[in-house]
């Protein structure tokens, strides 16, 4: 972690003026994001996600509140910010009909490289992203997952410190996604790049984000690693098969650590912080009691229950959010 963050945004707002009034977009965000961390940046239609992106990608300036990109004010110094900043949106960036390197050169000439710069840092970048044998080829002869990878490319092409990445995957097959994260995850590892990612795939976020932000009606309302998110909003769960779980139902409710312990016919089910270090107290509580048991398994939260929980709605593949009858949680830091 470095000591000056990739990503500073404090007291960020937007309004917008509407028939009906004044619109708050975005009430009041706060955000680190550290030199080379991966954060996902989640939240349902309309939370205000969208619009945070755009105030600190620079596209869009705040009505209050300040963002800095690598030490750079986006409102005073958006030229400087932006030479830190690389931006992969949803849609392909590139022309259909140029071919992959022509527009790596000219992307790179846009953000001032001299012409042989351009096409050394072009080659090395296709390198990189494992495109180098589709350099002269056109994108619309491309592969959904090759087309996103040359819309990276372009982002890196002038070496930014920051990548934000746009729902990068979406509508890819899961092998094009695998393959895509391959080439993120190498990126970070060889040049330390900064990744701020939004993502309406929640088990993408959970496997691949150092670190998540749930945003829900304008403000922050999580932010911490997916394993503490879960622990503190859901639990695990052990679940226990035996034929006397009626007398081993009350043994377990004394465990400590055990926050709930219920039963249904012959499966006992018992909510505990880290199931992994529970389930040996636990299955030797019930070789104490003399209960055999037949089966043991433990269940950890999803990604997708802690985001229920916090906005009472669920999010889909496509982007939207279904609305459930849960009441979402308080605001929670971890």
Not at 124 to 140: C, M, Q
Not at 144 to 159: E, N
Not at 257 to 270: F, W, Y
Request: with cysteine; charged share 25%.
């Amino acid at each position: 972690m470095g000591e000056v963050a990739m990503i500073r945004a404090e007291g960020l707002r937007k309004t917008f003026e509407a028939r009906g009034g004044t619109i708050e977009a975005v009430r009041n965000v706060n955000l680190d994001v550290a030199t080379g961390e991966l954060v996902a940046l989640l939240g349902p239609n309309g939370a205000g996600k969208s619009t945070t992106l755009r105030m600190l990608t620079t596209l869009l300036p705040p009505t209050a509140g300040s963002v800095h990109i690598a030490g750079h004010d986006v409102v005073r110094e958006p030229g400087r910010a932006r030479e830190a900043i690389g931006y992969v949106g949803q849609k392909n960036a590139s022309g259909v009909s140029h071919r992959i390197r022509d527009e790596l050169v000219t992307q790179g000439r846009c953000y001032g490289l001299t012409s042989g710069d351009a096409r050394r840092r072009g080659d090395e970048v296709l390198e990189v992203l494992g495109l180098g044998d589709l350099a002269a080829r056109t994108p619309d002869t491309l592969s959904g997952g090759q087309r996103r990878r040359v819309d990276i490319a372009l982002g890196l092409i002038h070496k930014p410190k920051v990548l934000f990445l746009d729902e990068p995957s979406t509508g890819l097959d899961p092998q094009s996604r695998a393959g895509l994260w391959d080439q993120i995850q190498l990126l970070r590892r060889q040049h330390g790049i900064t990744v701020l990612l939004t993502t309406h795939y929640l088990d993408e976020a959970d496997r691949t984000a150092d670190r998540i932000v749930i945003v829900d009606r304008g403000e922050v309302i999580a932010n911490g690693t997916a394993d503490a998110l879960k622990a503190d909003l859901a639990g695990d769960w052990i679940h226990i098969t035996t034929t006397d779980a009626e007398r081993a139902a009350p043994s377990l409710r004394q465990i400590p650590g055990v926050s709930v312990a219920t039963q249904e016919g012959n499966r006992l089910s018992v909510r505990v912080a880290d199931a992994e270090a529970s389930m040996p107290v636990v299955l030797r509580c019930l070789h104490n009691d003399a209960i055999t048991v037949s089966r043991a398994s433990l269940q950890r939260p999803s990604l997708d229950e802690v985001f229920l929980n916090l906005t009472g709605r669920r999010l889909d593949d496509s982007g939207g959010a279904t609305q459930t009858a849960v009441e979402p949680n308080a605001a929670i830091h971890a």
